[in-house]
């Protein structure tokens, strides 16, 4: 009966933050964070990029994998199962029935407005995300170095207009990482308690 009892907690937790959150996966970190690190306290704040660099580092969607991730981590292969299933539900019933009524729904002045709105609130929700993120991050020189070309790489895509993957951004976080390591400076972060 317990074990029921923390699945249906992943499941609804994860329901809640499928429900209410516009804008895909990285508007999600915001909730994710507060969630499961803050109210839930299943996690330390400084994991929660951890699950970050999982989730991305992984294939498929960033928010399934992360809600995967921390239902595995809090409750094993059934906790993974519920957290997802809770998280992909509001997705699903809700694309369902935009996608009956889409071209009316777009046609309507009040929604397209609407919808112009939460985009702003969606970027405002990952701006939000990274700078959380960004204080889980020590601030040393190779951190520093990594993120400062990621931000000239992304600066260099946007004036060029580029088409371009994050993977390719990830990647290239590796090979600096690897680099590192070969020049003799090795970057291993500290366990956590």
Known sequence: MKKFKIYLTL????????LFTFGGGYAMIPL?????SERKKWMAPEEILDIVVIAESTPG????????????????????????LGLAIPSLVIIYIISLFLNQFLSITIVANAF??????????????????KKGIPNDAFNIIIITLVMLTLLVINIFNWDFS????ILFGGLVGIVFDLLGRNVKKEPRP
């Open 32 to 36: 994710i964070q507060t969630e499961i």
């Open 61 to 84: 969607p960033i928010s399934v994998n992360a809600a995967t991730f921390v239902g595995y981590r809090v409750a094993g292969v059934m906790g993974a199962f519920f957290a997802t």
């Open 166 to 169: 994050s993977v390719y951004l």
């Open 11 to 18: 499941f609804w937790t994860f329901f809640k933050i499928g």
């Open 116 to 133: 112009l709105g939460i985009e702003a609130a969606v970027a405002v929700l990952i701006a939000s995300a990274a700078i959380k993120l």
